[in-house]
């Protein structure tokens, strides 16, 4: 689970593990890398691949740039 997925639907997402501890029991393993260097709250930019070479942002989150930059780097495009 990504940090900024770390909640429940319509909460403000999480930058720390403590954010999160009420969940902790729902989780079968938690790794705390420590406090996320922003305190960009959008949550998780996702992405939708069901079109071959092509890609969709559905949800523009903390990571947008790098996950375009990434997608580009490997050939993908932007969906129409």
Not at 19 to 46: A, H, M, N
Request: aromatic share 4%; with cysteine; hydrophobic share 35%.
């Amino acid at each position: 689970v990504a940090l900024t997925s770390a909640n429940l639907s319509g909460q403000e997402s999480t930058v720390c593990p403590d954010e999160f501890k009420p969940l902790w029991q729902d989780c079968s393993i938690v790794f705390d890398g420590g406090k996320l260097g922003t305190e960009d709250r959008r949550g998780s930019t996702v992405v939708d691949l069901s079109n071959p070479n092509r890609y969709r942002i559905v949800r523009e989150g903390s990571a947008m740039r790098p996950t375009v930059a990434a997608l580009e780097m490997h050939g993908l495009l932007p969906q129409q």
